[in-house]
């Protein structure tokens, strides 16, 4: 049974937890614009392995490649983790069943850098993220609980950097994980600690994790980041001259424009549905995927259930 389903998105979609775009169309002054020292931009330089994903030019038969599949907050080491589902979608990259000229890893693959919590499928992800990464090119962005980059290098094998930046059919994408933006965690740890322990223990209560999905909707603090990180990497991306940005961070999928600038959230894989981004020609596209015996989402619905909007 295909377990990768795509959510319809409007050709201006509007993030489910806002209420209008219009009421986030706040600045990014010049002297908060983020210190990046590590920023990858593909529209100047390749590198990688990305040829070797791609269909011989003459064989009409094998399915296009998209651009970029786009995926973030695995939390490896987190007992929420969706580990074997993500064994899953990365065996249908390497076996080719999702064709995609890069794999980009928006940040949180791991829940802190505390190895011993990694369990055998955990570590399998791993394993598999660094096969991908012979076959094609793969790009790491670093997210706040990945720790010291020289760690995650050595062990995949892949560059990681702050933010990525590379074409798709003519307009410019801009990938970050988006936590620079969020600075509810460094002025509040204890706060954010408690947070982040209710919403674990939320989702191993409900393994539909509905109540964790509610409580978010429900927390105003929540809410707060969703709109800080949005309207925040847009004014960020619009001045790098990008047409599109997309972050992760939030746990929360979701896709806006404003100002002309189109904004998209890869969401977790630390609920059900996970989510991820699909690239093509410009165009992106949220996609679910979800085990065989889970009930389906509703076309339509981004980032939270009925009850919670």
Known sequence: MEIFKPISIASHPVNTLATSSANVTMGFPAHSAPTVSNRWNADDTLCGHGSSSLPPADDHSA??????VIISDIHLGCDNCQAKLVIRFLENILEGRIATRRLIINGDVFDSIDFRRLKK???KVLSMIRHLSDKMEVIWTC????????IVSHLLGVQVLNEYIFTSGNRRMLVLHGHIFDDFI???????????????TLQMVDRRHHIAR?????????LHCLDKVQRKSIA???????DVVMCGHTHNCAAANEGGIDYFNSGCWTELPSTWLAVEAGQVTIRRCTPDSLLEVPAGTVAMP????
């Open 63 to 68: 399915p296009q490649p998209l651009d970029a």
């Open 121 to 123: 499928t955990h570590w």
């Open 143 to 150: 997210g706040n609980h990945d720790g010291p980059a020289e």
């Open 186 to 200: 460094d002025d509040h740890p204890i706060l954010t600690w408690i947070g982040d322990a209710i919403y674990n």
């Open 214 to 222: 509610l409580a978010k909707a429900r927390s105003k603090i929540f």
């Open 236 to 242: 960020y991306a619009r001045r790098l001259g990008c």
């Open 306 to 309: 009925a009850e919670a909007q």
